[in-house]
């Protein structure tokens, strides 16, 4: 592949996973203002209706869905960690403080990096890996870890989801490598995930108003593009290129939250949004030299 051509799909990359980042913090609004329910039965609506949406471009698309050899362990590798990822930050949500359970979803990047080294060998240049590192230290001037994050079983189920959603999106790109449909990879997942957590759903059903239903029904659309996006993202480029762009989630995040919860960043925030922004454009500005070269 040409340079060209190179530089072309890496700045798809960075698109869809900016817009992944706009779909998954507006999913966590709606699923803030659908209230006081079990993170299972918010986790299967999302993911049902992530499905619906993947069944109708899948159809749209007029491609039939091919499973061809070896793509079934990247698409349960995809679909299991995914899963887990899921459910452990929904848990760790509902028993942590946000701040606590945000900062451990966004180890993922920084995972999302280590597990493509370690399962597809994409070597990681040093100034890549000190970008998800720096980046990763932004987040906790933003998100500022309370000093008893440790001291509950909830933090470290948090922590296993940042794991499991890294090693996610590894297997996506392994997926996209393959050049397996987009739109089949985000239907088996989905399809997936309401199967493991269908039965948890109908042994502790709790009844919703139509109100909550309606936010969850908004929060499984936004899901779905952040799913498309992110999927996206990983087929087009590496991690180690594109993950560090994930961590935008967090000034969506801040508008949202002055938006509809009058929210305002304090000083060490700032501080966060800075660096993370310095090291965005720093690891820019370093891959558009390195394709030009």
């Given at each position: 592949m040409s340079n060209q051509n190179k530089g072309s799909e890496l700045y798809k990359g960075i698109m869809y996973i900016v817009f992944s980042a706009f779909f998954f913090a507006l999913m966590s609004v709606f699923v803030r203002f659908a209230g006081d329910i079990p993170s299972i039965q918010k986790s299967f609506f999302r993911n049902l209706i992530s499905f619906f949406i993947a069944l109708f471009a899948l159809f749209k698309s007029g491609k039939k869905p091919e499973i061809r050899k070896g793509d079934l362990r990247f698409l349960l590798g995809r679909a299991i960690f995914g899963t887990i990822g899921i459910l452990c930050n929904f848990y760790a949500v509902d028993n942590l403080l946000l701040s606590d359970a945000?900062?451990?979803?966004?180890?993922?990047?920084?995972?999302?990096?280590?597990?493509?080294?370690?399962?597809?060998?994409?070597?990681?240049?040093?100034?890549?890996?000190?970008?998800?590192?720096?980046?990763?230290?932004?987040?906790?001037?933003?998100?500022?870890?309370?000093?008893?994050?440790?001291?509950?079983?909830?933090?470290?189920?948090?922590?296993?989801?940042?794991?499991c959603a890294g090693?996610?999106?590894?297997?996506?790109?392994?997926?996209?490598?393959?050049?397996?449909?987009?739109?089949?990879?985000?239907?088996?997942?989905?399809?997936?995930?309401?199967?493991?957590?269908?039965?948890?759903?109908?042994?502790?059903?709790?009844?919703?108003?139509?109100?909550?239903?309606?936010f969850l029904i908004a929060a499984g659309i936004a899901a779905a593009g952040g799913q498309f996006?992110?999927?996206?993202?990983?087929?087009?480029?590496?991690?180690?290129?594109?993950?560090?762009?994930?961590?935008?989630?967090?000034?969506?995040?801040?508008?949202?939250?002055?938006?509809?919860f009058s929210q305002l960043p304090d000083i060490l925030s700032i501080i966060g949004y800075v660096i993370i922004t310095?090291?965005?454009?720093?690891?820019?500005?370093?891959?558009?030299?390195?394709?030009?070269?």
């Open positions: 945000s900062m451990l979803n966004k180890i993922s990047p920084f995972f999302s990096v280590v597990f493509s080294y370690l399962l597809l060998k994409e070597r990681i240049s040093l100034p890549q890996a000190m970008a998800v590192v720096t980046a990763f230290l932004g987040t906790l001037f933003i998100i500022k870890p309370s000093a008893e994050l440790f001291e509950t079983p909830a933090a470290l189920i948090g922590l296993l989801g940042g794991i090693a996610a999106y590894t297997f996506v790109r392994a997926l996209g490598l393959r050049k397996v449909e987009k739109s089949f990879i985000v239907l088996f997942f989905s399809a997936f995930s309401c199967l493991a957590t269908l039965p948890f759903l109908i042994a502790d059903f709790h009844p919703m108003t139509l109100k909550q239903l309606l996006s992110v999927t996206s993202a990983y087929c087009y480029a590496p991690a180690k290129e594109v993950s560090v762009y994930s961590y935008s989630q967090l000034f969506f995040s801040m508008i949202f939250g002055f938006v509809f310095a090291t965005a454009v720093g690891i820019f500005i370093y891959n558009k030299k390195k394709q030009s070269s």
